[in-house]
């Protein structure tokens, strides 16, 4: 395993890789860090390179630079180029399903494959409004101030009855975020334009849960009628946090999929 910083826009952004063969990116979404797909890691690194960056403002990477979409997909090509990767298979989750769009339209002859797990459209006005409150409140009161909120929200009645544990990671990835940080990818989110999904002419595996009330399965499904080439795939009594609350079948179905 290599854990470290790269350069990527005068920011050294934190980035973890493991594993050998074609190389495979997996994007946190709003409020995680490379950490939401461990679970996936060692299976996905017997086949693949699998590369896991911190999101610039969140986890270890630093609160610098351009924090918007636009900013997340050339950091996504800052970090390619870097690594010298000319064609990847990309994995997004939340916030980033919207990045990895963005880049395989902006970049399409270096996306092999996409894989949107609670894949998410740019908000409406009201969710807009939504996202700079909850900056305004992290910034004034911290990221205690959202935590318990965005857990009981976020994960399935299921995963907080039979996997506590789960929604406890879930809970300290947020607790450990850098409040400027998280409330910028928030303002972020607010600004997310909707990426030109019909020109996304790779495969595309959707996977989202029966009880994501973000990233919906009528999402999913809305996505799939516009894509050239998807498939769905809906997990029962999984939330939002899909890597981790159906951290098997995501492992498997990512294999298969890639």
Wanted: aromatic residues 4%.
């Amino acid at each position: 395993m290599k854990t470290g910083f790269i350069d990527v826009a005068g920011t050294e952004l934190a980035v973890e890789i493991e594993g050998s063969g074609p190389p495979v990116v997996l994007l946190h979404g709003l409020g995680g860090t490379g950490n939401f797909y461990q679970p996936q890691v060692a299976a996905l690194a017997e086949r693949f390179t699998v590369i896991r960056p911190d999101l610039r403002g969140h986890g270890r990477s630093p609160v610098s630079g351009q924090i918007s979409i636009d900013g997340y997909v050339s950091d996504l090509a800052g970090l390619l180029d870097e690594l010298g990767h000319d064609q990847v298979r990309l994995v997004g989750h939340s916030m980033s399903t919207l990045t990895v769009q963005h880049f395989a339209v902006a970049h399409p002859g270096r996306v092999s494959a996409l894989a949107l797990l609670g894949a998410v459209h740019s908000p409406p006005p009201a969710g807009q409004d939504a996202q700079r409150a909850r900056a305004a409140t992290v910034r004034a009161d911290g990221m205690l101030a959202v935590a318990d909120t965005v857990v009981a929200n976020a994960t399935s009645p299921a995963t907080r009855r039979d996997r506590p544990v789960v929604a406890a990671f879930v809970r300290e990835l947020l607790t450990r975020q850098d409040p400027e940080g998280y409330a910028r990818g928030c303002e972020a989110l607010a600004a997310a334009t909707e990426p030109d999904t019909a020109a996304i002419r790779v495969p595309v595996l959707l996977a989202t849960g029966t009880d994501d009330g973000v990233g919906t399965p009528t999402v999913s499904a809305d996505l799939a009628g516009k894509l050239a080439d998807a498939q769905t795939v809906i997990y029962l009594d999984c939330g939002h946090w899909t890597a981790l609350e159906a951290a098997t079948q995501v492992t498997e179905d990512l294999i298969k999929f890639f």
